[in-house]
């Protein structure tokens, strides 16, 4: 379980990305933020994996408390937390299998990190490209490869992390609609299989509508929506876009 308690962003230019903000996440959900850029679904996704320090409130994740209480907590959660980006975050001259195995340096200390990994971290991540469907492409440079592919080689990056939360920020607005439907299948799928939480941004309504349990709308830095996929009716759907054109997935 997953809670937010008053969580509050404000950088340092005077901006309030996010207002004091509640919400908790249950295990194992795939949970999607919704809203316009600058929304706050960002910013709320930094405070969840620790890029960013709330200026109040805290996150607490599992029994252990805050995530915040202190470097060696933070560093635990960090271990535990897939991060999936918008763009990649590939290392374009590595092998697909290089990249993956990335994914295994958190649990070490810097100075083991210099010599080569041990065996079962190189079966991990094998295993984790073949549940992307990349296994065929382990040795292929990730410069080589389609975008799609990059970002699935980017979930099977995060998986190798063996974590208990993912976290994706935008992972399909760089990719057209077909691959977009592949990567978020892929991701929904594994995260189910695994009792993995997952807490994905999105622009794309339609999307939402198809791969969230649960669907969260920002506007403004606030919270303005909670509810399932059926319930994201036209008047919802103006709450949360209320400053912004409502996306359209075909022009996505």
Do not use: W
């Amino acid at each position: 379980m997953i809670r937010i308690n008053k969580l509050t962003v404000t950088y340092p230019n005077g901006v309030t990305a996010l207002h004091p903000t509640d919400l908790s996440v249950e295990a194992g959900r795939f949970l999607v933020l919704l809203g316009p850029s600058g929304a706050g679904k960002s910013s709320l996704l930094r405070c969840l994996n620790g890029l960013v320090r709330p200026t109040g409130g805290g996150v607490d994740c599992g029994p252990e408390g805050s995530i915040f209480a202190s470097r060696r907590r933070l560093r635990a959660h960090c271990r535990l937390t897939g991060m999936v980006f918008q763009h990649h975050h590939l290392i374009g001259r590595m092998t697909a299998l290089q990249n993956v195995l990335t994914g295994r340096l958190s649990r070490y200390h810097t100075m083991r990190t210099l010599v080569p990994l041990p065996a079962e971290d190189r079966r991990v991540a094998l295993s984790a490209l073949e549940r992307v469907g990349l296994l065929d492409r382990a040795l292929e440079r990730a410069d080589r490869l389609s975008g799609g592919q990059q970002q699935r080689v980017g979930i099977a990056r995060a998986l190798a992390q063996e974590p208990s939360l993912i976290l994706a920020d935008e992972p399909v607005a760089s990719l057209d609609p077909a691959t977009s439907e592949r990567v978020l299948a892929d991701l929904r799928r594994i995260c189910a299989e695994d009792g993995i939480t997952a807490i994905v941004s999105l622009h794309q309504v339609e999307y939402a509508r198809t791969f969230a349990d649960e669907i969260v709308g920002l506007s403004d830095g606030r919270i303005v929506f909670r509810g399932g996929p059926s319930e994201l009716r036209p008047d919802v759907l103006d709450r949360i876009y209320s400053a912004s054109p409502i996306p359209d997935l075909a022009a996505e």
